[in-house]
Structures are given as C-alpha cells and as structure tokens.
C-alpha cells in the first residue's frame, strides 16, 4: 500500500471550456427565462454559497481521457443536449 501508485482520475467530458456564461444563456433560452450579467460584487448576494464556484475560471479536457482509454465521446454536446430540453423533460 505505502507504495502505490494513486488510482487515476478520468475526466469523461466531451467538450472543452463551457463557460458559465454560455451554460446560463443556453437555460435561460429553454426556460424563456433572462439571462444578465451581475457585477462581482453582487456575485455572493445573488448565488450565496455557489458564487465561488460560478466565478471560477476552470475548462476541462478530456483529452488525458481519451488518449489513455482509446476512448472518443459519442453523444451529444452539453449545450446541444440543454437545447434539446433533455434536462427539462
């Protein structure tokens, strides 16, 4: 055990850098619901204990993924599928 190696952590995304932005307007578009901007400042009020995760710059790869595995993503895209209503129905 004191010698082994961790377990790898894959990363199953088939898109890279979704931004939140893109995300919110993509919802917002399914719900007819409208989608603003808000100043940083008013990011704690508004999200409360999710305004450091909406506020973080984090893309993901599954790039690392892929290449180990020999794995390709096959399904639909993120904002392809919330255009759908896939998360809706």
């Given at each position: 055990m004191e010698n082994e190696a961790?377990?790898?952590r894959?990363?199953?995304s088939a898109e890279e850098?979704?931004?939140v932005k893109?995300?919110?307007e993509a919802i917002g578009k399914e719900?007819?619901?409208p989608v603003v901007s808000i100043a940083p400042q008013a990011a704690a009020e508004h999200f409360g204990w999710f305004a450091h995760m909406a506020a973080i710059d984090c893309p993901a790869s599954?790039?690392?993924t892929q290449q180990t595995l020999n794995w390709k993503p096959i399904g639909p895209a993120l904002l392809e599928d919330?255009?759908?209503g896939i998360y809706t129905k």
């Open positions: 961790p377990a790898p894959y990363h199953a850098a979704i931004t893109s995300i919110a719900l007819n619901l599954s790039e690392w919330i255009a759908n």
